[in-house]
């Protein structure tokens, strides 16, 4: 009756939810090759090096936002600290920590028993008997049918800017150049240039002071300001939400450019490293754009050029690390592809002009779902690429499938002690986990 397209965290909470309000697993399944909604996430997280997550003590993944993440936190460690923390905004659940909630919950709700380890290829909207899509493999194979449809397929392929990506063309020089979310490692003494100043970024900046090497973050412009989550506070709650989806979509999509435009989220402990750095000369910051790169004797000979006065010149580097994250066109995600050029999908500057219930227009019905979760989403949802915003979704979505399926829902006691057991399973598996340093 209902399907997830993807494998990752939006897939998890769909499925929580529907869990949660009373949707039975013979009436959901999730299509994907990864036995584990985290593997995803998990293998860029380690790849930056990140500890704890940006996101705050609401964003985890229990159906509801309570017990909250600082909560079973102090209930698993038996300590008021993660509780007063959160009061101050400055708890972030560590990221062992969130998997393994993520973990525990999906094994309650048997995440892997509905799983269909296979890619969803194209989507067939079909009328008779009734409204409802039939799926097939990227082979073409029948894959099955569903009434109601999330498409949560994630990011597309990582970006670079295009002197770096021709550059990695050359086999001599094209390890030395990676993403930040690529697997890396730094060498003591060497010297590295990382572009942008975003959360990847600065998270590189201070894992390359740690490893005992030199930084140089090259920006475009002046440093972003500061700001703890991915948009602003207000954009995260329902009124927020709903002033953005009431501009217009063309406004929506500039006014989502400018919030995006890498902020990052104080932490003190980065601010530690990079000072240490900075008093080590090991830590500099140049405003440019590389405009030739080339083998040299470090490694690397790159050419700096400044909008704004002064080229700095050449640079003998031993790598380059570029914090500049996934290509955000739905166009690049093939079926997102398919699905836009045969169903004639109005998109924008990459973003597909979704309906403000994140349906896709002209497929989209009440009675038969097609919705749209995670970054494909956030031109109606701006956190959409956020847990708190897939949950935002995934939440309205499965109550839209309730409604259209008459569903007989879980009574109000039965979902007490679900949560109850629940809260209690992942915090007996926190206990087991070493609580990761807090950065703010
Ligand atoms: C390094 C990093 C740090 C982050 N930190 C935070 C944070 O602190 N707080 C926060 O709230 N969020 C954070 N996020 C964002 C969060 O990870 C994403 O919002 C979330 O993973 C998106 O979930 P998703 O299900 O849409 O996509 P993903 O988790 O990326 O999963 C999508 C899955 O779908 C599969 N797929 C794609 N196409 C198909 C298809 N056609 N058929 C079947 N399967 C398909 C993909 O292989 C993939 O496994 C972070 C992201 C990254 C990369």
């Given at each position: 009756m209902i399907a997830v397209v993807g494998d990752g965290f939006g897939s998890l909470l769909v499925h929580v939810t529907a869990h949660y309000l009373g949707f039975t697993n013979d009436q959901i399944s999730i299509f994907g090759p990864?036995?584990?909604?985290?593997g995803t996430y998990q293998q860029y997280a380690y790849n930056l090096g990140?500890?704890?997550?940006?996101?705050?003590?609401?964003?985890?993944?229990?159906?509801?936002?309570?017990?909250t993440f600082a909560q079973l936190d102090a209930w698993a460690h038996k300590s008021l600290r993660p509780l007063y923390r959160t009061t101050r905004r400055k708890y972030n659940p560590g990221v062992p920590e969130i998997l393994t909630e993520a973990t525990v919950v999906a094994r309650r709700i048997g995440w892997n028993d509905v799983r269909v380890p296979t890619r969803v290829g194209w989507l067939q909207r079909e009328m008779q008997p009734t409204p409802h899509f039939v799926m097939y493999d990227e082979q073409a194979n029948f894959i099955g049918r569903a009434k109601h449809v999330m498409l949560s397929p994630g990011h597309g392929p990582l970006s670079f800017p295009p002197v770096l990506a021709q550059a990695r063309k050359d086999p001599a020089i094209a390890d030395r150049i990676v993403q930040a979310y690529e697997p890396k490692q730094y060498a003591a003494g060497g010297r590295y240039i990382v572009l942008g100043a975003g959360i990847a970024s600065v998270n590189e900046w201070a894992n390359i002071i740690d490893a005992g090497a030199s930084c140089l973050a090259l920006t475009r412009n002046a440093q972003p300001e500061t700001q703890d989550?991915?948009?602003?506070?207000?954009?995260?709650e329902s009124i927020g939400i709903d002033a953005y989806t009431q501009l217009p979509f063309e406004q929506r999509i500039e006014f989502l450019g400018q919030v995006l435009r890498g902020t990052r989220p104080e932490r003190r402990e980065w601010h530690t490293r990079i000072k240490t750095g900075q008093q080590e000369g090991r830590f500099d910051a140049l405003v440019g754009e590389i405009d030739k790169i080339e083998p040299g004797r470090a490694g690397l000979r790159v050419y700096v050029k400044s909008a704004h006065g002064e080229d700095p010149g050449w640079l003998d580097v031993t790598g380059v690390v570029a914090g500049?994250?996934?290509?955000?066109?739905?166009?690049?995600l093939p079926l997102l592809r398919r699905l836009v050029e045969f169903y004639k999908i109005p998109v924008v500057n990459g973003k597909m002009r979704l309906q403000t219930n994140c349906g896709v227009p002209?497929?989209?019905?009440?009675?038969?779902r097609l919705c749209c979760n995670g970054l494909i989403a956030n031109n109606v949802?701006?956190?959409?690429?956020t847990i708190a915003g897939l949950k935002f979704i995934s939440r309205r979505f499965v109550a839209d499938c309730a409604r259209a399926e008459k569903l007989h829902k879980r009574s109000f006691g039965s979902r007490m002690a679900l949560q109850f057991s629940m809260g209690r399973d992942v915090a007996s598996s926190l206990r087991t986990v070493t609580p990761t340093q807090q950065l703010a």
């Open positions: 990864s036995d584990n909604p985290v990140q500890t704890v997550l940006r996101s705050e003590s609401e964003s985890h993944f229990l159906g509801p936002d309570w017990p989550l991915n948009v602003p506070r207000c954009l995260f500049t994250g996934f290509n955000k066109s739905v166009l690049t002209g497929l989209d019905r009440p009675e038969s949802i701006p956190h959409g690429d």
